[in-house]
């Protein structure tokens, strides 16, 4: 089978495909059909890059040779039955196990401990990235509630000045319900109208806003502005209209008529009780922006601690090309079926590698030796069976495994503590030697010296492999985390199918990829090159989820603040405004205008501490929460706690400062006459 792209773009959209052949890993194949388009392999993809064409998997016979049944199976899927919990299926899961190394114990022996694991579809293809996105979509909705705190805000304030037309509406006649439903529907309709508004925006900005978006986020080419997603905002601001719009309904139908049209402007009850639900609506904005501001300082500590770590290795210069040897279906066909047949290929190409303009040195490994966890899976994680130690166990520990040429170590940099590295001689033919991490000698040989030690990996054959060298804990794996345990086999003693050429020197990468491909091509023909790209790139796109998370946090909490300081100063505004006469009084009396302006800046710091106050509480909760987020920083880190809380209550003086001058300038004469 093969998807409508590859049918497109290979064969030109062909109407006779079917039944026509192809080779693959040097296999006859038959196309039988061609998927529709917009179908998209559901199988578990760290990037952007979807299947383009399924084998049929045969079941007549032995789908695997018993020198890989032990060490290599596949991915299956399966639908639960209606009402079937993940764990009971997992139970009968274990329970077929179970029968099978009974009823089989030399195709799965205990040493081997075979296992069968259900994993949800969904935790697979986004496992990855789900906190950072659940963490998106917090900060997303705490902006849009802090927006519609704002508005509230806003349309508390236009209530409030409006409160002596709708008591004189009231006094002739008109009913309380329909003004209410008339204060409701206004900003009902200034709701759905911003959300349209921001659906514009959205679709044509769209474009520009995708560049920010990381490869490496699943599903990314699915993105698209549809009527679904206006539909989600349109429900999304109604739903908000209804909630936010209640504030100012339902201080309008609290209005004392005569109180208020006795009063013309001087302050009411109505005044006050939005004055106290105005305060609370700040300090709630403010604690929501004190939220999302210590989130986006803990990640940004987070991103420049693992931004600047010590790496273990030199990425710099390095050009990493990708091939795969042929694995066809009778092993009596495959020429490169032994390490020692594969290593004249290797050690050919190699050798023209080293010969191309610029490149200083040259490597080979497997996908799972390319630094930064790029293209690790669950096929290079094998049982370590250390002799005298884990030869009877039944469970015995998993270390992840890479296959390197010698000069795989000097090219990157890397440092040995101990023993010796590879060299030529060491053969399919001479005994298997490995070398390890120092966090694998710390964690399997602790107190001891690895070197000369002796394990069993449960790969193609079941040989001792002798310790001969220690090396540097290196980040190869993770950027957050050095101490993963690895071992290093000679790729001239364990051959690998999936290749991977390492190149450094002063090197063009566009050219070179092509110059590699030539020189590879020139010795086997019917080999495919791909996927050429720098190891500095494979290091930015490592930080790529995170760097896009704390981006997009950063422009929210940003967003968060300017949204809290355009609250607080409405807020300051409007008492001051609702405060002109007693602020008239006060100075007619003989108050200093600096004593006005530490009584207006009391009240925005009084607010910015209640705010800062609840918000902190939340940031605890919150930073938490996103403690997996985090790297080389704690979630409770003081000094981030202590720089946005300034932060926010400078930003709350600055937004409060403004109204201060105007009440300090007051002019008392004039404001008393036109009272």
């Known amino acids: 089978m093969i998807s409508d792209g590859l049918w497109k773009r290979a064969f030109g959209a062909d109407p006779r495909i079917l039944g026509k052949t192809l080779r693959l890993d040097n296999d006859v194949y038959h196309v039988v059909g061609v998927m529709p388009p917009g179908f998209r392999d559901q199988g578990k993809t760290t990037e952007e890059r979807n299947t383009e064409l399924w084998a049929a998997g045969g079941f007549a016979a032995v789908p695997f040779p018993p020198a890989l049944r032990n060490s290599r199976f596949g991915t299956a899927f399966a639908r639960l039955k209606p009402g079937l919990p993940g764990a009971s299926a997992q139970a009968h899961i274990d329970a077929l196990v179970a029968s099978l190394k009974k009823q089989y114990p030399a195709d799965y022996p205990a040493q081997a401990a075979w296992t069968v694991r259900l994993i949800p579809l969904s935790e697979t293809m986004v496992g990855n990235v789900r906190q950072s996105l659940i963490l998106l979509f917090g900060a997303v909705g705490l902006v849009l509630l802090i927006s519609c705190v704002n508005v509230a805000n806003l349309l508390l304030a236009r209530a409030s000045a409006r409160g002596r037309e709708m008591a004189v509406r009231q006094a002739l006649g008109a009913a309380r319900t329909r003004l209410i439903r008339q204060l409701f529907t206004e900003s009902l309709l200034l709701f759905v109208l911003g959300g349209i508004t921001g659906f514009a925006v959205l679709f044509c900005a769209r474009k520009f806003l995708l560049q920010f978006v990381p490869e490496s986020l699943p599903h990314l080419n699915e993105i698209s502005i549809s009527w679904g997603v206006l539909a989600f905002a349109i429900v999304v601001s109604v739903a908000a209209g209804m909630i936010f719009g209640l504030a100012p309904a339902w201080l309008t139908s609290r209005l004392d008529l005569n109180t208020t049209l006795r009063q013309e402007g001087r302050g009411s009850n109505g005044s006050r009780q939005r004055s106290r639900l105005g305060h609370a609506l700040v300090i709630g904005e403010l604690a929501l922006s004190l939220v999302l501001m210590v989130a986006a300082g803990l990640l940004l500590r987070s991103f420049w601690d693992l931004f600047k770590v010590q790496l273990g290795f030199n990425p710099s210069r390095v050009m990493a090309i990708e091939t795969w040897l042929p694995f066809p279906n009778d092993p009596k066909t495959d020429i490169y079926s032994t390490a020692t047949q594969e290593s004249v290929l290797l050690r050919e190409i190699l050798r023209r590698n080293r010969t191309l303009p610029g490149v200083e040195e040259t490597a080979v490994g497997d996908r799972a030796a390319l630094p930064l966890g790029h293209g690790k899976d669950d096929l290079n994680t094998f049982p370590l069976i250390r002799e005298g130690q884990d030869e009877q166990s039944s469970q015995p520990p998993l270390i992840d495994t890479s296959i390197v040429s010698p000069e795989y170590f000097h090219l990157l940099g890397m440092t040995l503590l101990r023993g010796r590295l590879f060299v030529d001689q060491d053969l ?90 030539t020189q590879i091509q020139a010795v086997d023909p019917e080999l495919p090159v791909f996927r050429a790209e720098t190891l500095d790139d494979v290091l930015s796109s490592s930080l790529s989820v995170r760097r896009f998370s704390m981006e997009m946090v950063a422009f929210f909490a940003a967003t968060a603040l300017l949204l809290a300081g355009l609250g607080i100063y409405g807020t300051i505004s409007y008492v001051v405004n609702e405060q002109r006469r007693e602020i008239a009084i006060r100075l007619a009396l003989g108050a200093q205008r600096s004593d006005i302006l530490k009584m207006v800046l009391r009240q925005g710091l009084t607010l910015a501490a209640a705010g800062t106050g609840v918000g902190l509480v939340g940031a605890f909760i919150v930073s938490h929460l996103m403690a997996g987020l985090l790297y080389g920083v704690s979630p409770y880190d003081l000094s981030t706690f202590a720089g946005v809380t300034a932060v926010l209550t400078a930003v709350a003086i600055a937004a409060s400062y403004i109204p201060a001058l105007r009440a300090m300038r007051l002019d008392p004469i004039t404001m008393l006459h036109s009272e």
């Open 428 to 517: 399919e033919a001479t005994p298997s030697v490995a070398v390890i991490n120092e966090a694998a000698a710390r964690t399997y040989w602790p107190n001891q010296d690895p070197v000369g030690k002796r394990a069993r990996l449960n790969r193609d054959k079941p040989v001792w492999t002798t310790i001969v060298g220690v090396i540097a804990d290196a980040h190869t794996e993770s950027l957050a985390d050095a101490g993963t345990p690895q071992v290093y086999l000679d790729i001239y003693q364990r051959h690998a199918k999936d290749l991977a050429f390492l190149l450094r020197g002063q090197i063009d990468p566009h050219a070179i990829s092509a110059q590699v491909r």
